[in-house]
């Protein structure tokens, strides 16, 4: 490995498939994922190197049979273009992964990894690997990615993520599998804490998605989720943003689309979500298991659907944009304020807008919404 030639001027370090090309050729190690954490460990640690690690696979993608661990604050991994990773043989983890390292990571404020910048990469999975899992991750920024045909979760946001940016991500056909949506947002509850923080601070808050696309999924697209987090309520996922995505789902989806739980303080903004089943959910409030509630949902100028009724056995469509299944009731808080939506389109491409279940005392806020349903656009007992 010759990094004599780098400066800090230059535009980054590069990792090439390729022999001659770049400064660091994967020939020079036993595994593409050795060659790639040692380019990036020797960058983090050499002093006046540029922060950038730019994987080239010119000479085919890079063969993963370990995740690249991002632990280091303020640096960058990007690629020049093409699938850049694909699992080795036998290889079922994730292609990439951050964690903090104790006596080695650069702590921000909230002492987790700060500055991470993680954009331009195509990530295949090929059906064995998971695609991106997060930990102890602050104020980054993933964007520009591509992350098809995983075998769990194409993203997964574990302990202690916060205020994170995610935006034009395209997580394609045959993510996910029958345990795992393409989105996971639940921690992993490791044990590990960050400095002058306690477990109550392991949910993810203050974190926007912007304009992700997510195409014919394994099952779910996304899923939220607090089980077995040693939080207080006060301390569920919450302040989470989701803008201007599309969750297309598939005919085999068994569960929602979406699932909400353990969380609060939660906005969906100019969203499309087609569940493409005459039956189900689109959007499940709430797991009955769960102890947390669901509270605060706002829902907005966003487009829900199904198969037509003309799919449906003898046109009985019977799917349901949203399930309310466990509410937080009675705190004055309304569990789901819908503005300007539209429910079933002008060929009443759904069989109901909401099922309210039977909760006295629930609260809810509904106007300006397009309702066009097969069956009765409200089902259980209607919120006050």
């Known amino acids: 490995m010759n990094l004599s030639s780098l400066s800090s001027t230059s535009f980054g370090l590069i990792l090439s498939t390729t022999p001659d090309r770049g400064d660091i050729h994967t020939g020079d190690f036993s595994s593409h994922a050795e060659a790639v954490q040692q380019a990036y460990d020797r960058m983090v640690t050499t002093p006046g190197l540029p922060q950038t690690l730019v994987l080239d696979p010119s000479g085919g993608p890079f063969r993963m049979d370990a995740p690249l661990e991002i632990w280091q604050s303020c640096t960058r991994v990007t690629s020049t273009g093409g699938v850049c990773m694909i699992p080795a043989a036998g290889y079922q983890g994730p292609l ?30 090929q059906n064995k690997a998971q695609g991106i899992l997060l930990r102890h991750l602050q104020l980054s920024n993933l964007h520009d990615l591509h992350i098809c045909n995983t075998n769990g979760p194409a993203l997964w946001i574990s302990d202690f993520c916060i205020e994170n940016l995610f935006s034009t991500l395209i997580l394609s056909d045959n993510c996910g599998n029958d345990d795992y949506p393409v989105i996971l947002i639940q921690p992993e509850v490791l044990g590990w804490m960050p400095e002058g923080r306690d477990a109550g601070n392991i949910t993810v808050n203050s974190t926007q998605f912007n304009g992700v696309m997510v195409h014919f999924p394994r099952n779910d697209v996304m899923r939220i989720s ?12 919450r302040k989470i943003q989701v803008n201007g995505c599309f ?19 939660l906005a969906f903004l100019g969203c499309q979500m087609l569940k493409w089943n005459t039956e189900g959910t689109i959007v499940q409030i709430g797991e009955k298991e ?3 509630p669901v509270g605060t949902l706002l829902w907005s100028h966003s487009h829900m659907l199904s198969r037509p009724a003309s799919d449906a056995p003898e046109g009985n469509l019977t799917t349901k944009a949203f399930e309310v299944v466990h509410p937080d009731v009675g705190e004055g808080a309304a569990v789901l304020s819908a503005f300007g939506n539209d429910f079933g389109s002008d060929d009443a491409r759904l069989g109901h807008a909401v099922d309210w279940g039977d909760f ?7 106007a300006g919404n397009l309702v066009n349903t097969a069956g009765p656009a409200f089902l259980g007992t209607a919120p006050t």
């Open 360 to 366: 006295p005392g629930l609260r809810a806020a509904w």
């Open 247 to 265: 969750f297309h789902g598939h005919g085999r989806l068994k569960r929602p689309l979406v699932t909400l739980s353990g969380c609060f303080e």
């Open 96 to 125: 990439i992964r951050t964690h903090f390292r104790e006596g080695q990571s650069k702590p921000g404020d909230d002492g987790l990894i700060y500055n991470v910048v993680v954009d331009h990469l195509h990530l295949d999975g």
């Open 226 to 237: 607090a089980e077995g987090c040693p939080i207080q309520k006060s301390r569920r996922h």
């Open 290 to 292: 769960d102890k947390f």
